[in-house]
């Protein structure tokens, strides 16, 4: 089944934000996005989607596309 359109850029700031708040972290060998896990790690990063800003995003868009990206993630790197 093929993924819904997402918006690339706006899931690439919640990837970033993501990683600022440590809610998801690289794998070091092939550098696949990997889950963490922690639930204090994906509040924070909720909350940052919350209140920065993103080119004419409004809120619900923006944590949408926070939950987007963690959907899209495990906690395995596929290349481990
Ligand atoms: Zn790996």
Same mark, same amino acid.
């Given at each position: 089944m093929p993924r819904k359109? $997402? %918006?690339? $850029?706006? &899931?690439?700031?919640?990837? %970033?934000?993501l990683m600022e708040a440590q809610a998801i972290t690289p794998?070091? &060998? #092939?550098g696949y996005?990997?889950?963490?896990?922690? #639930?204090h790690a994906v509040d924070y990063a909720l909350s940052l989607a &919350? #209140?920065?800003k993103f080119s004419g995003k409004n809120k619900k868009e923006r944590?949408?596309?926070?939950e987007?990206?963690?959907d899209g993630l495990s906690d395995q790197c596929p290349a481990c």
């Open positions: 359109k $997402t %918006d690339s $850029t706006l &899931e690439m700031w919640a990837a %970033d934000l794998c070091p &060998e #092939h996005m990997r889950l963490r896990h922690s #639930h &919350e #209140h920065r944590i949408a596309a926070v987007s990206v963690l």
